[in-house]
């Protein structure tokens, strides 16, 4: 299959958060200084009732993204055409300026794993994810963004690593890039590899988005949680993939232990800085070359 050029056609929407029901009402009274939100897809598809209602009025009010968490594009089960079905028609009441979701498997045999479980990083793998993207972007009429999962597992079938694996996928399907900076933290210290490596490998052209979270450290390892503040050894690495991709749309994930909104615009208040101070450096050093 060619591999096809990669297209901007997405806009850049700033800094974001999550957008979770505890916040639906201080968002709508507050109008707090955030640039857009992200939706979970699966939390919408519903015919109608409160989700929904606070969804209309929260896109009357800031651009949305959606991102998704039961596509399993490396199942080996046929794609589920009627959540696919759902997700076209949620797009078209949202209007969203883009839709994502895992690299990974979440079930096989008709089983919900209810996981983000990685897949073997093998030329008989990328093949098989990039057929289904194919379908999926014909299908929804549009591209969409791939996130790398964080891993608790490896496979000794694995034939190169996982950012060449990721490079391979987005490529040959022409789709865009999720980056989730956190995981790449957490299976960097799960696996032993250069976080720092990771980013450097990835195709700067198809980053559309980047994702930044907490995580809970066992010793030994870590596990990818969305319930606690970022780290600094994560914004660390933030600024080093904002040093290299520019001005990339990043948006803060809390899933669980959520904070009253103002804790969380102070965390995106210094993704902010730290994307500012990157571009400052990056053109200061541009300067001097």
């Known amino acids: ?73 490396g199942s080996n089960d046929p794609l589920n055409m009627e959540y696919l079905r759902q997700l076209k028609a949620l797009a078209g009441r949202v209007e969203p300026a883009w839709i994502s979701d895992h690299l990974c498997w979440t079930g096989v045999g008709g089983i919900n794993a209810h996981d983000l479980l990685p897949l073997p990083y093998t030329e008989e793998a990328i093949r098989h994810v990039v057929a289904r993207v194919d379908q999926v972007q014909d299908y929804l009429g549009r591209r969409i963004l791939i996130e790398n999962v964080s891993s608790y597992i490896s496979y000794p079938e694995s034939e190169m690593s996982e950012w060449d694996f990721l490079r391979e996928i987005t490529e040959r399907a022409d789709c865009l890039i999720l980056l989730d900076v956190n995981n790449i933290y957490v299976s960097g210290f799960n696996h032993e590899f250069d976080a720092r490596a990771y980013i450097d490998a990835v195709p700067a052209e198809r980053v559309q988005q980047i994702h930044i979270a907490g995580h809970r450290n066992h010793g030994d390892y870590i596990v990818d949680t969305h319930d606690e503040p970022v780290i600094d050894p994560v914004w660390d690495l933030y600024a ?44 200061v050093s541009a300067t001097r070359s």
């Open 240 to 283: 080093h993939a904002m040093r290299r991709f520019g001005r990339v749309s990043t948006m803060i994930e809390r899933d669980d232990n959520i904070p009253p909104l103002p804790e969380l615009l102070a965390e995106l208040g210094h993704a902010r800085q730290i994307a500012a101070g990157a571009r400052h450096e990056t053109a």
């Open 1 to 73: 299959m060619p591999i096809k050029r990669a297209q901007t056609e997405y806009p850049a929407l700033g800094f974001g958060l999550g957008l979770r029901p505890a916040h639906y009402e201080a968002i709508l009274n507050d109008s707090p200084a955030v640039d857009w939100f992200e939706i979970i897809s699966e939390n919408y598809l519903v015919p109608g009732g409160k989700p929904l209602h606070y969804l209309d009025r929260i896109r009357a009010r800031f651009p949305l993204a959606m991102h998704g968490v039961s596509l399993s594009i």
